[in-house]
């Protein structure tokens, strides 16, 4: 049952307890008392903000409807946490990531429906250039909780050409292993299809030379082990 009908039964019941101890005592209601009841049965119906905020889940409202409980209850919902302080509320979905139209294409296009947790929580932060630290498991979407910000950041630069004094690179991308490296560069590719960044990755086991003809060839990105 919810808060309106409680409402709708609480009104009735009162009603009907009075109108029962009138008659018992021989009294007829006033006027005033008439449309005080009146005016209780129709504010009992009102489904008020209060009764919207209770009775909704946050996945059935819009952004501008959340309130403080919804955003903790959406952050236990997916175990997100933070430490540190002026953090951004996480992103719910891709449309409300304040990505732009081709980072959103390219996610589209890369099968990602639903952020992890972990680029829910990071991409707000990101998106302001903050410092900071993503701890989750493998496999949870770190990489493209850095590098989608990263690229967003990238395009509100000159790009590098022939016609400009732009020089690269932009973003260093450090990686432990060679294997990591390769991964982060392949999401790279595929996050930047649709802006014209290009990426090299510095790894070891591959030709120097090459790798240095590639890099004088100007590039936005480097990722490097």
Aim: charged share 35%.
């Amino acid at each position: 049952m919810d808060r309106r009908e409680q409402k709708k039964l609480a009104a009735k019941n009162e009603k009907e307890i009075r109108e029962e101890i009138r008659k018992k005592d021989g009294v007829e209601e006033t006027h005033e008392e008439v449309a005080a009841q009146k005016k209780k049965e129709k504010a009992a119906g009102l489904y008020n903000t209060f009764d919207m905020r209770v009775d909704r889940h946050w996945s059935e409202k819009k952004l501008e409807e959340m309130t403080e409980r919804d955003w903790r209850i959406f952050k236990e919902d997916f175990n997100i946490s933070y430490k540190g302080s002026k953090i951004p509320r996480p992103m719910r979905s891709w449309i409300e990531s304040k990505l732009g139209p081709e980072l959103l294409r390219a996610v589209e296009r890369a099968g990602y429906k639903t952020p992890s947790p972990i680029q829910m929580a990071a991409i707000p932060l990101g998106l302001q250039q903050r410092d900071m630290i993503g701890v989750a498991e493998t496999g949870s979407g770190k990489t493209a909780a850095f590098v989608l910000p990263m690229l967003t950041y990238i395009t509100r630069l000159l790009p590098i050409t022939d016609e400009n004094e732009a020089k690269g690179p932009y973003a260093v991308v450090m990686a432990p292993t060679r294997e990591l490296a390769q991964q982060i560069e392949d999401k790279n590719v595929k996050f930047a299809h649709y802006l014209g960044i290009k990426v090299v990755s510095i790894v070891g086991g591959q030709s120097i030379e090459e790798q240095g003809f590639k890099i004088r060839q100007e590039c936005e990105v480097v990722i490097a082990k």
